[in-house]
């Protein structure tokens, strides 16, 4: 009985330093991982997690990049490569099986990279007074959906859930590696991917991704929220229920087409109206049998590139066949009805029809009394007037095109050797948009 009683004290012992060594080394490496990367971040962890099936990780994890002084904060962090032993002998070479996953990885929209994100917005709409982004049409006087927007949306910080799992196959030398990451309340978006790939120079990066060749790639997306927060966003800030404003969307993006001369193929168009519903799925799949190396990706032009890989689009499971789409002349034809100016012109003339029994502003109602003069002998017409003669012309519809994109439609408030001004109906109210003279190309007026 004393004999039992030693080997359970010796089993017990041996146990126990068997954990403190397993605790050691895990412990020395997530040190040793905080010193690397001190230069780029503070690292800060409130505890160590051990598991006897091998999976190791930290809890309340905060880093914090130097020069952003943003923290990201990550509840749990776990790592699993196959099982304790590769921690024990040291994990000098990559693991042929690992697992990763974050739970509650939270970064706060006021911080830095969000507030310089929005700095570049505000520059871009301040460079570009008439544009409005595509997918905001008809959400009241929202311009588009930067930083500022999310927060009036109710979003203070994203959460995200994230779970990496790569698995290395050395008969069939084979590497695979699929990433799911969950923005909890808004959407599920999920990476997947496969390489033909000799696992003896996985070691080395350069090597690795130099004979590496991509075999199959699929993307799939998965609304879980953040459609119906938008629309209901949009809806309040037009005035109109969820059901209208997006009635409203649709025939605002049909005229924005219009306008920009983009013939959308039906099947797209009809695959962009319901990825905008709630609960939508969107899946991409990429295939090549023999695979595509870095080399054909930088030296393959795009639409060549996609052709090779037999991509298979889906949404909400219905096919969206890309066969006979002229992806050349589509990009060409979205780049020129994109250019600022335009989508707000579009946007703008449908506000102008919707409103044109509401109240104008005095200046504004002048200005319109005037351009209504009736003229004997010809129609009006827009027709081009050099900038010196726009003083006579104040009150009047114009139009102003000018050097850096920007087509701006509406009534002359002002005008004189430095520069005019032009007030535009918006369907929030009205703008006034300041131009130099320098900066006009061509001046309209309806005369």
Request: overall charge neutral; proline content about 6%.
């Amino acid at each position: 009985m004393r004999k039992l009683g030693t080997g359970v004290v010796v089993l017990v012992a041996l146990a126990a330093a068997g954990y403190g060594i397993y605790w050691y080394q895990v412990k020395r490496q997530v040190d040793g991982l905080v010193q690397r990367l001190s230069p780029f971040a503070q690292i800060r962890y409130e505890s160590i997690h051990l598991h006897p099936d091998g999976t190791v990780g930290v809890d309340g994890l905060i880093v914090t990049p130097h020069q952003l002084h943003a923290p990201v904060s990550i509840e749990t962090v776990r790592l699993r490569a196959g099982g304790p032993l590769y921690f024990l002998t040291g994990a000098q070479s990559p693991p042929k099986q690992l697992d990763i996953s974050l739970r509650q990885v939270r970064q706060g929209l006021d911080s830095a990279p969000f507030r310089e994100l929005q700095r570049q917005s505000d520059l871009m709409l301040e460079s570009n007074p008439l544009y409005v982004s595509p997918a905001a049409l008809g959400c009241g006087g929202v311009r588009q959906f930067d930083t500022n927007t999310l927060r009036r949306m109710g979003l203070s910080e994203w959460v995200m859930d994230l779970d990496l799992d790569y698995r290395v196959d050395t008969k069939k030398r084979r590497v695979r590696l699929d990433l799911l990451a969950d923005l909890q309340g808004l959407a599920q978006l999920q990476i997947k991917m496969e390489f033909s790939a000799d696992p003896s120079q996985l070691q080395n990066p350069m090597m690795a991704s130099g004979n590496a060749r991509l075999e199959t790639l699929s993307f799939s997306y998965a609304d879980q929220g953040y459609n119906q927060r938008r629309d209901r966003f949009c809806a309040a800030e037009a005035g109109v229920e969820p059901a209208e404003y997006r009635q409203r969307h649709r025939q605002l993006f049909m005229q924005w087409l219009q306008a920009g001369g983009v013939e959308l193929p039906d099947n797209l168009l009809a695959a962009y109206f319901e990825l905008r519903q709630p609960s939508a799925e969107m899946a991409l799949s990429l295939r090549s049998p023999g695979g595509v190396g870095m080399a054909e990706v930088m030296l393959q032009e795009p639409v060549a590139l996609l052709q090779s890989l037999d991509a298979q689009l889906s949404i909400n499971d219905k096919p969206q066949p890309f066969a006979g789409i002229d992806w050349p002349a589509l990009a060409a034809e979205l780049a020129r009805a994109g250019k600022p100016g335009r989508v707000g012109a579009v946007a703008e003339a449908e506000a102008a029809e919707k409103d044109k029994a509401a109240p104008a502003q005095p200046r504004f109602a002048a200005a319109v009394a005037a351009s209504q003069r009736p003229e004997r002998g010809e129609s009006k017409r827009y027709r081009p007037t050099p900038l010196q003669e726009l003083p006579a012309y104040v009150g009047a519809p114009v139009r102003i095109f000018t050097y850096f994109g920007n087509d701006v439609e509406g009534q002359l408030v002002h005008a004189d050797k430095q520069g005019i001004r032009v007030i535009q109906r918006l369907e929030q109210g009205f703008a006034e948009y300041p131009l130099e003279n320098d900066l006009i190309q061509q001046a309209e007026v309806l005369r």
